[in-house]
């Protein structure tokens, strides 16, 4: 039964062809054949999750979307669904709204990619974003005390949307906490395979100390390890404009302060800024003024603006809040990419960034010979003859049609202008 169904589905196949299909299309149709590609693949996901269940194939370990048989190959779509992705980023900002858990939401996807190790190449023991960080072992870690919660924030999203994978949930829930709370888009790639068991999870102490002996130096030994450079160190340092540390759980910190006996969420802790749901650049003003005791600054925190080469991008982001969003938002998305390995190998996004330019309107005398005007008349009979054929100044015509205008234009140009002279 399996053979039999392996011969009869192949999705990879598929996909090869449709990318063949698209090595032959012009530019303007490429994005056309891209999202094509994409609903193909995931028609045949579907197809194959379906006669998967009658056949008894089981879900291999790559990830929400791999299937193997029984006589050993395997077929592997997507690892999530972009669709659910979709439905689960509005279900996340809905929580957003009630719970305020923004600053744990960043802190889990950060804490599940920031275990990579450059050094390393095979996946996953490289570590980085894989979605280790759902298993009891990895949160225990102490550097990731009090995560458990963001976890059971997230689960009831996991288990209405069982085509996205973890590693991607943890990545898309971080960046969507940063864009809700008034920070930059981050330019976000999905498509993340995770770990199956916890055997692959990473060992403990890759992640950032709050106190270390010589804090610049530690942040260097964490940050260069997973590749980022000092820019990004303090970028990143960045996003503690949200959030509070709770000394139950770190260690750091006071029990509570006026900006957060209150909430919102759960009163208590200490927060690094005054208004700690607000994603914006106070943390460096904050921290270079050091004026209110009520504020965190850890020694890390205060290292940014005491290493020499830190100091540079600190007083950067704490006069200029566009540069700050900018680099960060680079930097977001370099780290929740780190270590993952992608089904497909690029990835895919969500949202459609690159936007196609608005089509040039039809002026007829941008094409004239430039020696005389073409009267208004005439640009009336032009564009009657262009729209007849099924041009528009907001759809311009495929090139042979487009090449047949400017010859047309051109010559009744050279006619006015041997006519007028």
Same mark, same amino acid.
């Given at each position: 039964?399996?053979?039999?169904?392996?011969?009869?589905?192949?999705?990879?196949?598929?996909?090869?062809?449709?990318?063949?299909?698209?090595?032959?299309?012009?530019?303007?149709?490429?994005?056309?054949?891209?999202?094509?590609?994409?609903?193909?693949?995931?028609?045949?996901?579907?197809?194959?999750?379906?006669?998967?269940?009658?056949?008894?194939?089981?879900?291999?370990?790559?990830?929400?979307?791999?299937?193997?048989?029984?006589?050993?190959?395997?077929?592997?779509?997507?690892?999530?669904?972009?669709?659910?992705?979709?439905?689960?980023?509005?279900?996340?900002?809905?929580?957003?709204?009630?719970?305020?858990?923004?600053?744990?939401?960043?802190?889990?996807?950060?804490?599940?990619?920031?275990?990579?190790?450059?050094?390393?190449?095979?996946?996953?023991?490289?570590?980085?974003?894989?979605?280790?960080?759902?298993?009891?072992?990895?949160?225990?870690?102490?550097?990731?005390?009090?995560?458990?919660?963001?976890?059971?924030?997230?689960?009831?999203?996991? *288990?209405?949307?069982?085509?996205? @994978?973890? #590693?991607? &949930? %943890?990545?898309?829930? /971080?960046?969507?906490?940063?864009? $809700?709370?008034?920070?930059?888009?981050?330019?976000?790639?999905?498509?993340?395979?995770?770990?199956?068991?916890?055997?692959?999870?990473?060992?403990?102490?890759?992640?950032?100390?709050?106190?270390?002996?010589?804090?610049?130096?530690?942040?260097?030994?964490?940050?260069?390890?997973?590749?980022?450079?000092?820019?990004?160190?303090?970028?990143?340092?960045?996003?503690?404009?949200?959030?509070?540390?709770?000394?139950?759980?770190?260690?750091?910190?006071?029990?509570?302060?006026?900006?957060?006996?209150?909430?919102?969420?759960?009163?208590?802790?200490?927060?690094?800024?005054?208004?700690?749901?607000?994603?914006?650049?106070?943390?460096?003003?904050?921290?270079?003024?050091?004026?209110?005791? *009520?504020?965190?600054?850890?020694? @890390?925190? #205060?290292? &940014? %603006?005491?290493?020499? /080469?830190?100091?540079?991008?600190? $007083?950067?982001?704490?006069?200029?809040?566009?540069?700050?969003?900018?680099?960060?938002?680079?930097?977001?998305?370099?780290?929740?990419?780190?270590?993952?390995?992608?089904?497909?190998?690029?990835?895919?996004?969500?949202?459609?960034?690159?936007?196609?330019?608005?089509?040039?309107?039809?002026?007829?005398?941008?094409?004239?010979?430039?020696?005389?005007?073409?009267?208004?008349?005439?640009?009336?009979?032009?564009?009657?003859?262009?729209?007849?054929?099924?041009?528009?100044?907001?759809?311009?015509?495929?090139?042979?049609?487009?090449?047949?205008?400017?010859?047309?234009?051109?010559?009744?140009?050279?006619?006015?202008?041997?006519?007028?002279?």
């Amino acid at each position: 039964m399996a053979s039999t169904l392996g011969a009869a589905i192949l999705p990879s196949s598929m996909a090869a062809a449709a990318a063949a299909r698209r090595s032959s299309l012009p530019g303007h149709s490429l994005r056309f054949s891209n999202n094509l590609s994409l609903r193909l693949h995931q028609v045949c996901c579907l197809r194959w999750r379906r006669r998967a269940g009658s056949a008894g194939l089981v879900t291999g370990a790559g990830g929400v979307g791999s299937f193997s048989s029984g006589s050993g190959g395997a077929v592997t779509c997507f690892a999530s669904d972009p669709d659910q992705l979709k439905s689960a980023r509005e279900d996340i900002r809905s929580l957003l709204k009630t719970a305020f858990c923004h600053p744990i939401l960043i802190r889990l996807g950060w804490h599940d990619a920031g275990t990579y190790d450059k050094n390393i190449e095979e996946w996953p023991k490289r570590g980085g974003a894989n979605g280790s960080l759902r298993f009891e072992i990895e949160l225990k870690h102490a550097a990731n005390a009090g995560l458990v919660n963001a976890l059971k924030l997230l689960q009831p999203i996991k *288990d209405k949307y069982s085509g996205i @994978t973890y #590693a991607d &949930l %943890f990545q898309l829930a /971080s960046a969507t906490a940063v864009e $809700e709370a008034g920070g930059p888009k981050i330019p976000m790639k999905y498509g993340r395979l995770e770990i199956s068991t916890p055997e692959q999870c990473p060992d403990e102490g890759k992640l950032p100390d709050a106190g270390p002996p010589s804090p610049g130096d530690h942040l260097r030994d964490v940050f260069y390890r997973m590749g980022l450079d000092d820019k990004e160190i303090v970028a990143l340092s960045g996003a503690h404009t949200l959030g509070r540390s709770r000394p139950e759980r770190s260690g750091w910190g006071k029990p509570v302060t006026k900006y957060t006996k209150d909430g919102p969420g759960a009163p208590g802790g200490q927060s690094w800024t005054a208004q700690w749901l607000k994603f914006d650049n106070s943390y460096f003003k904050d921290i270079k003024e050091k004026m209110d005791e *009520d504020l965190l600054v850890l020694p @890390t925190d #205060a290292a &940014l %603006f005491d290493d020499p /080469s830190f100091k540079v991008y600190a $007083e950067k982001y704490a006069e200029d809040q566009d540069a700050f969003f900018k680099d960060y938002a680079e930097a977001h998305a370099k780290l929740s990419n780190l270590g993952a390995k992608w089904d497909p190998p690029e990835g895919f996004t969500l949202d459609d960034d690159s936007k196609d330019p608005k089509p040039e309107k039809f002026v007829a005398s941008k094409y004239s010979s430039g020696k005389s005007e073409l009267s208004a008349a005439m640009k009336q009979k032009m564009r009657a003859e262009y729209e007849a054929i099924g041009g528009s100044p907001d759809k311009p015509l495929k090139s042979n049609y487009f090449l047949n205008i400017i010859i047309v234009v051109a010559v009744l140009a050279l006619l006015t202008s041997l006519f007028g002279n």
